[in-house]
């Protein structure tokens, strides 16, 4: 299918991400969120980071003119109705992306792909609810979305062919790689990650060593280019549980029981830098270890 059109569900840190590629590779972007301040803040910030782009020679002015005219924002879940292609990259709370799905599928096409950017929820149980099982699939993009080179495509049990090629197509044209993934708790790459970065909860929870120890280990040692527990922060501690709790849930293995030292820091509501603390403070001028 030619789509030209793309409905995208949340204006949040994934949503302007997944908008502004979309845009800069010339699809028709509309973004949709409950909150007006949260789509006016989406376009302040894709403008600035298409700017950053401009900046680093990576687009032309030109085109950063032309993605955000691409670009149009509604507080009304019904404007969508007329995309082709519909990501929604709203909380990763599975009873409210039902409810969206639900609200939504009254206004689409009988042509619209529908896709989740779910980091973990089963993609099986979310097309089931809809009216188009065969239309729907697992559209999972990396953060942050224009940087990142990575979308995994997920099928549920019901999802058709041409749905995967269509959408493969996408992914081709915004210049990612698409990774395809079984429908399984987390998928491929936070089925990995996420017990790692937990267990390196557990290391700090069981005094094996401080924050700053266990990520300059795993920065200097393993190579990787943030500390684990860095990690959580940037991806937000509540996100991390989430996931957790899938795995826990969907693969009954105490292999993946979350770390009672990452519950009680959601609880606490240091979810990381959206919060300004997690397991390190942001608050001053340079992030500060909180244990």
């Keep these: 299918m030619d789509i030209q059109k793309v409905g995208v569900i949340g204006a949040g840190q994934m949503g302007n991400g997944i908008a502004h590629v979309l845009a800069l590779a010339g699809y028709q972007v509309t973004i949709t969120d409950l909150n007006q301040a949260a789509l006016d803040n989406a376009r302040v910030v894709i403008d600035r980071n298409l700017a950053r782009q401009v900046k680093g020679a990576k687009i032309t002015a030109d085109q950063k003119v032309d993605a955000m005219a691409r670009i149009s924002a509604t507080l009304a879940l019904p404007d969508l109705g007329a995309a082709d292609l519909v990501i929604e990259a709203a909380t990763e709370k599975e009873a409210l992306k039902h409810s969206i799905f639900e609200a939504l599928v009254p206004h689409l096409q009988p042509h ?13 149980r979310l097309a089931s609810r809809t009216d188009r099982p065969e239309k729907f699939m697992g559209f999972h993009f990396m953060n942050p979305v224009p940087v990142m080179d990575l979308v995994e495509l997920i099928r549920g049990i019901a999802t058709d062919k041409a749905t995967y090629d269509s959408c493969l197509t996408v992914v081709n044209t915004l210049g ?81 029981r979350p770390c ?31 244990r």
Excluded at 114 to 124: A, D, G, Q
């Design 112 to 124: 619209t792909i529908l896709t989740s950017n779910t980091s973990s929820i089963s993609i099986t």
């Design 260 to 290: 009672p030292l990452m519950t009680k820091y959601v609880e606490a509501g240091w979810l990381g830098r959206k919060t300004q603390r997690g397991f390190y403070d942001y608050r001053g001028p340079t992030p500060v270890p909180t």
């Design 176 to 256: 990612k790689t698409a990774a395809s993934a079984e429908d399984f708790p987390a998928f491929i790459v936070n089925r990995i990650l996420m017990p790692m970065i937990n267990e390196a909860v557990y290391t700090l929870y069981e005094g094996v060593g401080s924050v700053e120890s266990i990520d300059q280990s795993m920065r200097l040692g393993a190579n990787h280019p943030m500390g684990p527990l860095e990690l959580a922060d940037f991806i937000g501690l509540d996100t991390c549980l989430a996931i957790m709790n899938v795995l826990h849930e969907g693969l009954a293995d105490t292999k993946y």
